[in-house]
Structures are given as C-alpha cells and as structure tokens.
C-alpha cells in the first residue's frame, strides 16, 4: 500500500510534467492540424533557460521560470511565423518535414552552442530541497511544487480559453478556420496566440524537469515530447482537458510499470498503449467521433 | 507493328541505361577510381534509394503516411544478421536476405492489419509508435545483444549485389505500379471513398502495399548487415524513419524516378557534408525548412523523370532563346 501511494505520487509529478507538454501539442493540432515536432525541443529550450537564469543570473525558481516561460513564448511565435505560417496552405506532410527540420535545427543548433554534455541544475536551498515523510510515503517539496504549479498553468488556459475574447476566438478557429474568418476573427493572430501559450507552458515544464531531474541535454526533448503527444491522443487530440487527463494517465502507468515490472519496457508499452488507443477509439477518451461526409 | 516499336523503345532505354550504369560504376571500381570511402556512400545511396522507393509505394502512391519505416529495415537488418552468423558462406547471405525480408513483410502485415485502418495523423503516430517498440524489443533481448548491438558481421555485399537488389526492387515497384492491384492502390490515394464505391477492398490493397514495402524495407535492412560490420538498435531509431520519409518528400511523392533521385542527392550531400561534423546536422535541418517552404511537392512532383521530360525542357529553353532573340531584333 505504501509502495503504491509513493508510485501514484511519482507518477502525479511525472504526469504533471507530461500534461503540460501535451497541451501545447494538442492546442496546435486543433486549430491547425499539425503535429508540431519542434514542440519538445521548445520544452528542451525552456529547460535551458531556467538553467541559465539559475546559474549565471542567480535568480529564484519562480522568476526563472517566468523568464523561461516568456522566452519560450517568443521562441514559439517565431517558429510559427518563419517555417509554418508560409506553410499554411501546402499539404499536411510538407508542414510535418519543416516542423522535423524544426526540431532538428533547434537540437543540433543547442548542440552546436552548449555543446553536447548534460548539465546539472544549481541544488535547490531552503524548503524547497526538503521532503516529508508521511507514514512511509516520501514526499518531495519539488513534487508539491510541480503539481502546484501546473495546476495553477492549467486553471489560467481554462480562463484564457474559456472566458476571454482570444480564447473564444480560439476555439472557434479550431472549429472552422474558414467560417472563423468570416466573422472577423483575426486567424493569424490566433493561430501566433495558441503558439505562445503552448511554448510557455511547454517552457515552464523545461524548467521544472530540470529542477526535479536534476540533468538536462541537448536531445532530453524527444522521449518526453513522444510520450505527451501519446497523451495527448489519448485524452483526444484537440481537447485541452483531454491533454491533461492523457498526461496524468501516461505518467502514473509510466511510473508503476517502472516500479512493478520492467523499466526497460516502460517506453514500450506506453506506446503499445497507444496503438491500442488508437485502434480502439481513434478520437481518443474525451474526443468526438467525427462522422465523414461524402 | 506500330505499337511494337512504341513498346520496345522505352524500354530499351531503360534497361540499356541500367547496364551502362552498372558497367561504368564497375569499371571505376576495378580501375580504383571509386575507393572503399567513395563505395560506402553508394552503398548507403543504394539502400536508401530501396527504402524511399518502397515508402514511396506506401506513402506516396497508396496514400498511407508512415513514420515508422526504419523498423521494418531493423527487422531485416537483424534477421538477416542472426542467419549469416551463423550460416556461413553465400547460402547463408541469400538465405539471411530471405529470412529479413519475409520477417519484415509478416510483421507489416501483423501492424497493418489493424493500423490501417487509421488515417492521415494517426496512422503516421501509430507506425511510429511500432517503429519504438521495435526499437525497444530489440534493445532488451538477448539473440540482439541488447544496445550494445550485434558486430563482427561479415560482409558480402559488393558493386554486383548491391547493383541487383536495388534494380531488382525497382523494378518489381514500378511494375507492380503498373499492375492492376497497384492501379488499385493510387485509386485509394486519390478517393478512398470513391475507390471503395468502384468496388475496390480499401483494407485488402493497403496492407498488400504495406507489406511488399516492408519487405522492400527488410531487404534494405539485410543489405545494411551484410555491408557494415555492426548493427545497433539505435541505428534504426525515429531519426532514420525521418531520414527515409525526407528523401521520398524531397523527390517527389508518388514519384519513382524522385525517390532515386532525392536518394542519390541527398546522399551527395550529407557525403560533402561529412567533414562538418558539427554544423552537419544543423545544416541538414535548415535545407530541410527552405526546400519545404519553396517546393513543397519535391524536386520532381508527381511526375517521373523521362527522356521526353528532357526534351519538352530542352524545346522550353530553346523556345525562350528564340524569344529573346527576336525582341532583341525588334
């Protein structure tokens, strides 16, 4: 029993990490239907900047993390506005071989620039570093912190989404493009606004892996970023709450089956998970079947 | 007797410039022009002119997109390797390329039997999602040798052999192309709607191109096994099945003659570029984005290179020489 709350406590934070990566993944698929691989090397971006902000600036968590955040939103706009948006009208595979050379190009330039060596972040000090025991289960400050704060991102995007007037445009761009512009929404605005929010939260989950994990590297973006656009299909692509359910579910499965089976095969059968999803029920848990019209 | 003359002459010109090919290619080698260095990248171009032809005819001409070709050629490449260490000789190679080969086309048909039913999006993270577990099988198990990989392969492939494979298998896609269950696939391509309404049986002729590409796809791989001396899982990874996708792309999708060609130019770039070890990949991605943004249907399109395709070019420009001419007289 002690050993399964700690695997569900771990597996919280790990999820949490996931869900935040899955709903810049899920957002851009709605509204443009684009898998958008650089998206984890934005995450792997965020994770450098807090870095940087920690170790050369000396600055706290929270505005690392705020700076990280901005900067990936920036890096997320640009992305957008340089290689997809000439991109809009082409067809689907071409989008998804820049949104590769994308990622390739941020990977390999943060290679080129940092070079290819993990590094570690600063220890945390003061209550942060502490962890509590309760009835045999050991829970980190850091844990606390992590579903704190992605709960908190998460309760934000629900607002933004849902009672601002860029959130209505969103959704209803997601809808229909077409008829969204018919009614003097501003696509291109939008389209460049669901970006930023992704990259930032995709930037906050950099820098809160970094802290948790201790370790980051050039290429520390591509595992992750697989696995929360699995969770993201499995919540349904497209749905935000979905994104957050399919990241929870990935980490606590990704984390018992290191802690009962294998944890070689951890990767495998999130993946297996996958297919089966997919097979299953293509729109994925909270997804709308979609008839096809003829 | 018309028609007769018509038929042959294509052909001809195909099959001659085939053999003058491989007859220049052998004399360089025989004379030393080509060293072992140069002969390398022809292997790596061969091979991967076999898999982009073979994701060509899934991707391109059945309409299917699949990221997870680089785990069909690691079945093959590590089939093929665990028959030649321990068959000796050229029985054990052929076997070793029979073995990867049909082991990649029947697991195509396991993960396309119920995967094809996907489409677009989803089939593209489904394959992908196979292609890891591949991956990760192959990490864990023992007859692999785990990530460490299995090394100490002996080698067969030479110009001849490799020349055969890769002729071989082109020509079985183009004329299974021409074929009616190959008509029947670009109909899926075009309206899998309307092809299912002209009584065509969409799943049957989407796995049957699945799995004659992943047996392409497992020859490819066996090549790679009895060429270099080591095989590692990681060598097969998401990276390749990019690599795979990029050169069908970059050539022209649904074009043969594009894949072959993005193969062969692609390999001559990433061969100049191998002496840039850092700023390599860097580069590679940003060629990537620019020839996507400016030809987003590929260097050749749709349509096959031809004979006529240079002539129709050469007539263009003789035409725009004319013009010129005559404004400037004017």
């Known amino acids: 029993m002690e050993q399964f709350m700690q695997q569900v406590i771990n597996g919280l934070s790990l999820g949490s990490i996931y869900a935040l990566i899955a709903l810049g993944y899920t957002m851009v698929y709605g509204i443009i239907k684009l898998i958008n691989f650089a998206h984890c090397d934005v995450y792997m971006i965020g994770a450098y900047v807090g870095y940087a902000c920690m170790t050369f600036l000396h600055l706290g968590l929270i505005p690392s993390l705020c700076i990280s955040m901005l900067a990936c939103m920036i890096l997320g706009v640009v992305i957008e506005k340089v290689a997809y948006k000439p991109l809009r009208n082409a067809t689907r595979i071409a989008a998804l071989i820049t949104a590769i050379g994308v990622s390739y190009l941020l990977e390999y330039g943060m290679m080129y620039f940092v070079k290819a060596d993990v590094r570690t972040y600063p220890p945390l000090e003061g209550i942060l570093s502490q962890s509590f025991h309760i009835g045999g289960v050991t829970l980190k400050a850091m844990q606390i912190l992590i579903v704190a704060v992605t709960v908190v991102l998460m309760i934000l995007l629900q607002i933004i989404v849902k009672k601002t007037r860029i959130g209505k445009a969103m959704r209803a761009t997601s809808q229909d493009q077409d008829a969204a512009e018919l009614m003097g929404i501003n696509v291109n605005t939008t389209i460049s606004f669901t970006f930023a929010l992704g990259s930032a939260l995709a930037g906050a989950a950099g820098i809160l892996v970094g802290v948790y994990y201790n370790s980051i590297d050039p290429l520390m ?15 349904g692509i497209g749905v935000i709450p979905g994104a957050m359910i399919g990241g929870y579910f990935i980490g606590i499965v990704e984390t018992f089956v290191s802690g009962y089976g294998s944890s070689m095969y951890k990767d495998a059968i999130v993946f297996a ?10 729109s994925g848990l909270l997804g709308k079947a979609t008839r096809e019209k003829v | 007797m018309k028609v007769k003359n018509l038929m042959e002459k294509p052909a001809f010109r195909k099959f001659g410039g085939i053999i003058v090919l491989y007859a220049v290619v052998q004399l360089l080698i025989s004379v030393g022009i080509l060293n072992d260095y140069y002969f390398a990248t022809i292997v790596t171009i061969g091979i991967n002119v076999i898999l982009a032809v073979s994701l060509n005819l899934i991707t391109g001409f059945t309409g299917q997109f699949s990221l997870g070709h680089a785990g069909f050629m690691s079945i093959g490449a590590y089939f093929c390797a ?3 260490l321990r068959v000796p000789g ?21 993960v396309g039997l119920p995967t094809l039913r996907l489409k677009g999006d989803y089939l593209a993270i489904a394959t992908l999602g196979m292609a890891e577990i591949i991956r990760i099988v192959f990490q864990n198990i023992e007859i692999t040798n785990g990530a460490a990989g299995l090394s100490n392969l002996p080698k067969f492939v030479n110009w001849s052999w490799l020349f055969l494979f890769v002729a071989g298998i082109t020509v079985l896609i183009v004329n299974f192309l021409h074929s009616s269950i190959g008509r029947a696939c670009i109909s899926i391509r075009e309206d899998e709607i309307a092809a299912e309404s002209m009584g065509i049986n969409i799943t049957r002729y989407k796995v049957t191109s699945f799995i004659i590409g992943a047996f392409c796809a497992g020859i490819a791989g066996a090549l790679y096994a009895t060429y270099f001396p080591i095989i590692k899982p990681d060598t097969f990874g998401f990276a390749k099945s990019v690599d795979i996708l990029v050169i069908v792309v970059f050539g022209g999708l649904g074009s043969i003659t594009g894949s072959i060609v993005g193969a062969v130019v692609l390999g001559l770039i990433s061969m100049l570029l191998a002496s840039w070890t850092d700023l390599r990949m860097v580069i590679y991605a940003i060629l990537l984005i620019v020839i996507m943004i ?19 070019a050469g007539e263009q420009l003789n035409g725009l020489f004319h013009k010129k001419s005559k404004k400037e007289e004017n």
């Open chain 2, 90 to 110: 050229i029985p054990g190679f052929l076997l070793g390329m029979l073995a990867g080969g049909a082991a990649a086309a029947v697991v195509g048909l396991l």
């Open chain 2, 82 to 84: 665990i028959v030649t």
């Open chain 1, 221 to 235: 973006g591509f595992l992750p970023g697989l696995k929360a656009f699995v969770a993201a299909v499995f919540g």
């Open chain 2, 294 to 312: 400016f030809r987003p249907q590929g260097l050749m399109g749709s349509r096959e290179f031809s004979l006529a395709m240079l002539k129709r």
């Open chain 1, 273 to 282: 998970i996958l297919i089966i999803v997919l097979i299953v029920k293509p």
